[in-house]
């Protein structure tokens, strides 16, 4: 079965860098449109990021020129790079498997401190 996970959450000062990974299993994942979303608490969920088989990207506005996503195809990997970090930008991290049957991983915690 479709198994997505994340990992590489954690606490971070503002300014500061992070990269979340995501373990992807169970379909053909080089071939298939993943992403990264996120939940802050009481918020509706966010679209982050997305990434095509070939590798190009597309990034929602507040994210742009500071995360960057990322795959390996060998490893069934996706990353998500997050640089100069925000307290706002707080929130539980999603990787999605967007083509076909929408997929979703459990999560991995970000928590920005100013």
């Known amino acids: 079965q479709v198994q997505l996970v994340e990992s590489g959450g954690g606490l971070v000062q503002a300014g500061g860098s992070l990269r979340l990974s995501c373990a992807a299993s169970g379909f053909m994942f080089s071939i298939s449109t993943m992403g990264w979303y996120r939940q802050a608490p009481g918020k509706q969920r966010e679209w982050i990021a997305t990434?095509?088989?070939?590798?190009?990207?597309a990034y929602a506005d507040p994210v742009k020129g500071r995360f960057s996503i990322s795959r390996d195809n060998a490893k069934n990997m996706v990353y998500l790079q997050m640089n100069s970090l925000k307290p706002e930008d707080t929130a539980v991290y999603l990787c999605?498997?967007?083509?076909?049957?929408?997929?979703w991983g459990q999560g991995t915690q970000v928590t920005v401190s100013s």
């Open positions: 999605a498997k967007e083509s076909g049957a929408r997929y």
């Open positions: 990434i095509i088989s070939g590798g190009s990207t």
